[in-house]
C-alpha cells in the first residue's frame, strides 16, 4: 500500500502541495482528480522521488520507499520521455531490461503489450513517425513494462481513441486483480466515474475529497426531478424547496427536509397526476465541481 501522509512541497514562499494525506490500497484503481495547477502532477512526482519532500512522509508497505522500490513502480509522466528518433520495440525493450527483465523476457513483454494496445504492426517505426495517439499508447506500454508493483499515471486517457480507452480498462482490472494499487490522473471525469474504486479530490493544494465514488456522490446534493401534468410555475412557492432548472412539465429542485418533500409531492398530487418524483445522484463531475469550486 502507498500511503501519503500531510506531504508539502513549497517553491519559494509558494505552497503548491498543502498536507496532503490518502491511500493507494492494493488491487483498487484510486483516481486523482483536480483542476489545473491543483497540485496532482507535482504529487505525483513526489511520489516516484523526481521531486524532494518539503515536508510529510511517503510510505510504501509501511516504510519510506527506496530506489529498488521505485526501480518497480509503472510510472508515466504529464510529460512524455520516449525517444522520437529510436523505434518503438528497441526502446521498450531497453526499459523492460531497466526493471530487471531479462532480453528475451522483455521481448516477449513488448510485444504482448504492443498487440494488446493495436500496435504490433509499428514495433519497428521510430517513435515520431506514429501519430500522437499512438505515441500515448506506446507510453502506457513503457509503464506497465515489468509487472509493476504500484501504477503511477499522469493523465494516461489524453489522446486515446475509445478502443484504445478500453484496452487500458481491461489492463488497469487485470493489474489491480493481481492486487496492484493503481493510482491514476485525469481530467475526464466520465472514465473517472467508471474505472475507479476510489477518488480523491485535490484543489488549491489540498485534498477536498476522499472517497469511493459512491460516497462522495451522496455527500454531494442530492436533488429530485417532478413531472407533473399540471406543470410547475407553482413549486417556486413551496416552502422549503429551491427550483434549480425548470423545463416545461419537469422541474429539479433541492428539497430542504422531509417536511418539505412532503409538502411538495401533496401539494403536487393535489394539482394533478405525477408521472414521476425521483431523486437525482450527483454525478462525479458534479462532485468534482462542488468540492473545487
Same mark, same amino acid.
Given at each position: 500500500?502507498?500511503?501519503?501522509?500531510?506531504?508539502?512541497?513549497?517553491?519559494?514562499?509558494?505552497?503548491?502541495?498543502?498536507?496532503?494525506?490518502?491511500?493507494?490500497?492494493?488491487?483498487?484503481?484510486?483516481?486523482?482528480?483536480?483542476?489545473?495547477?491543483?497540485?496532482?502532477?507535482?504529487?505525483?512526482?513526489?511520489?516516484?522521488?523526481?521531486?524532494?519532500?518539503?515536508?510529510?512522509?511517503?510510505?510504501?508497505?509501511?516504510?519510506?520507499?527506496?530506489?529498488?522500490?521505485?526501480?518497480?513502480?509503472?510510472?508515466?509522466?504529464?510529460?512524455?520521455?520516449?525517444?522520437?528518433?529510436?523505434?518503438?520495440?528497441?526502446?521498450?525493450?531497453?526499459?523492460?531490461?531497466?526493471?530487471? %527483465?531479462?532480453? @528475451?523476457?522483455?521481448? &516477449?513483454? +513488448?510485444? #504482448?503489450?504492443?498487440?494488446?494496445?493495436?500496435?504490433? /504492426?509499428?514495433? !519497428?517505426?521510430?517513435?515520431?513517425?506514429?501519430?500522437?495517439?499512438?505515441?500515448?499508447?506506446?507510453?502506457?506500454?513503457?509503464?506497465?513494462?515489468?509487472?509493476?508493483?504500484?501504477?503511477?499515471?499522469?493523465?494516461?486517457?489524453?489522446?486515446?481513441?475509445?478502443?484504445?480507452?478500453?484496452?487500458?480498462?481491461?489492463?488497469?482490472?487485470?493489474?489491480?486483480?493481481?492486487?496492484?494499487?493503481?493510482?491514476?490522473?485525469?481530467?475526464?471525469?466520465?472514465?473517472?466515474?467508471?474505472?475507479?474504486?476510489?477518488?480523491?479530490?485535490?484543489?488549491?493544494?489540498?485534498?477536498?475529497?476522499?472517497?469511493?465514488?459512491?460516497?462522495?456522490?451522496?455527500?454531494?446534493?442530492?436533488?429530485?426531478? %417532478?413531472?407533473? @401534468?399540471?406543470?410547475? &410555475?407553482? +413549486?417556486? #412557492?413551496?416552502?422549503?424547496?429551491?427550483?434549480?432548472? /425548470?423545463?416545461? !412539465?419537469?422541474?429539479?429542485?433541492?428539497?430542504?427536509?422531509?417536511?418539505?418533500?412532503?409538502?411538495?409531492?401533496?401539494?403536487?398530487?393535489?394539482?394533478?397526476?405525477?408521472?414521476?418524483?425521483?431523486?437525482?445522484?450527483?454525478?462525479?463531475?458534479?462532485?468534482?465541481?462542488?468540492?473545487?469550486?
Amino acid at each position: 500500500m502507498l500511503e501519503l501522509d500531510n506531504v508539502v512541497r513549497r517553491f519559494g514562499d509558494r505552497t503548491v502541495v498543502d498536507e496532503v494525506s490518502f491511500r493507494v490500497r492494493p488491487g483498487l484503481v484510486t483516481g486523482f482528480v483536480g483542476g489545473n495547477g491543483a497540485g496532482k502532477t507535482t504529487t505525483m512526482r513526489m511520489i516516484m522521488g523526481v521531486l524532494a519532500l518539503s515536508a510529510g512522509e511517503i510510505r510504501w508497505n509501511g516504510r519510506p520507499p527506496t530506489r529498488e522500490d521505485r526501480r518497480a513502480f509503472g510510472y508515466m509522466p504529464e510529460e512524455r520521455g520516449l525517444y522520437p528518433k529510436q523505434s518503438v520495440l528497441s526502446q521498450l525493450v531497453y526499459l523492460g531490461r531497466l526493471r530487471g %527483465l531479462g532480453a @528475451a523476457g522483455a521481448r &516477449r513483454a +513488448v510485444e #504482448d503489450l504492443l498487440d494488446r494496445f493495436s500496435l504490433a /504492426e509499428k514495433r !519497428d517505426a521510430k517513435l515520431e513517425s506514429l501519430s500522437l495517439g499512438n505515441q500515448q499508447r506506446v507510453q502506457i506500454v513503457a509503464a506497465l513494462m515489468g509487472e509493476p508493483g504500484l501504477l503511477v499515471l499522469d493523465e494516461p486517457f489524453s489522446g486515446l481513441d475509445p478502443i484504445a480507452v478500453d484496452s487500458m480498462a481491461e489492463v488497469l482490472r487485470e493489474i489491480t486483480g493481481r492486487g496492484v494499487p493503481v493510482l491514476f490522473s485525469s481530467h475526464q471525469l466520465d472514465l473517472v466515474e467508471r474505472l475507479c474504486d476510489h477518488l480523491v479530490v485535490l484543489s488549491g493544494g489540498r485534498v477536498v475529497g476522499d472517497g469511493s465514488p459512491d460516497r462522495l456522490r451522496r455527500q454531494g446534493r442530492v436533488r429530485h426531478r %417532478l413531472r407533473t @401534468a399540471a406543470g410547475t &410555475r407553482w +413549486v417556486r #412557492d413551496v416552502a422549503g424547496v429551491t427550483v434549480v432548472t /425548470e423545463n416545461d !412539465d419537469t422541474v429539479l429542485v433541492e428539497i430542504a427536509n422531509s417536511e418539505a418533500a412532503d409538502g411538495l409531492l401533496t401539494e403536487a398530487l393535489r394539482r394533478g397526476t405525477v408521472r414521476e418524483f425521483a431523486e437525482v445522484v450527483p454525478s462525479v463531475g458534479d462532485v468534482f465541481r462542488e468540492l473545487a469550486a
